[in-house]
């Protein structure tokens, strides 16, 4: 995103993969998720919310709604309750 504007598909791809990356490193404990989600859970619901909010060019839903970023599905709700619980 620049300026409230989505750059196109390879951004979210790559957004997807960073946040993918994220998972398997919370997974495998090598990152904390309470810690990552104290530093960095606020722009992490931010991404879920507008992803949720935002209607997406069908080709970025259906590669969120896919079966491997299911993961990073989770992790985006798990940032919008972390900081829903935080107010």
């Avoid at 997807?16 to 490193?25: G, H, R, S, T």
């Avoid at 079966?67 to 972390?82: D, L, S, T």
């Amino acid at each position: 995103m620049r300026n409230g504007k989505v750059l196109g598909v390879p951004t979210w791809s790559n957004i997807f993969e960073v946040v993918d990356q994220i998972v398997v490193l919370v997974d495998e404990k090598y990152t904390d998720s309470n810690l990552l989600l104290k530093l960095k859970g606020h722009e992490l619901a931010a991404i879920g919310k507008y992803l949720s909010n935002t209607k997406l060019p069908e080709e970025t839903r259906q590669e969120l709604e896919s079966e491997k970023y299911k993961g990073v599905r989770e992790f985006f709700n798990k940032a919008i309750k972390y900081v829903d619980d935080t107010k």
